[in-house]
């Protein structure tokens, strides 16, 4: 069975959104690639719930990826990816 194809005009939120408890401060690389293989995956949506300097750090680098440190952004995710990173 193949999976159908990805439509450009889509609206990220209907790609799904990807949810990640990760990133240790001494590796925050597991997260930044973990989340960017989501969104070239097809993700519309990557939402990363971490330690507030790993966040910033994160969102420096791929502008594209949220941080969220609020308690709700769990609910909201279709996929939740725990452990890149985590030490």
Do not use: N, Q, W, Y
Not at 28 to 50: E, F, H, I, N
């Amino acid at each position: 069975r193949r999976l159908a194809g990805l439509r450009p005009a889509r609206h990220k939120g209907e790609r799904g959104h990807v949810g990640f408890v990760a990133g240790g401060r001494s590796t925050p690389g597991a997260l930044v690639l973990a989340a960017t293989s989501a969104l070239r995956g097809g993700a519309g949506v990557a939402t990363v719930r971490t330690e507030p300097e790993v966040g910033r750090l994160l969102v420096g680098l791929r502008p594209e990826v949220m941080f969220d440190e609020g308690p709700d952004v769990l609910p909201r995710c279709d996929a939740l990816v725990i452990g890149p990173g985590l030490t």
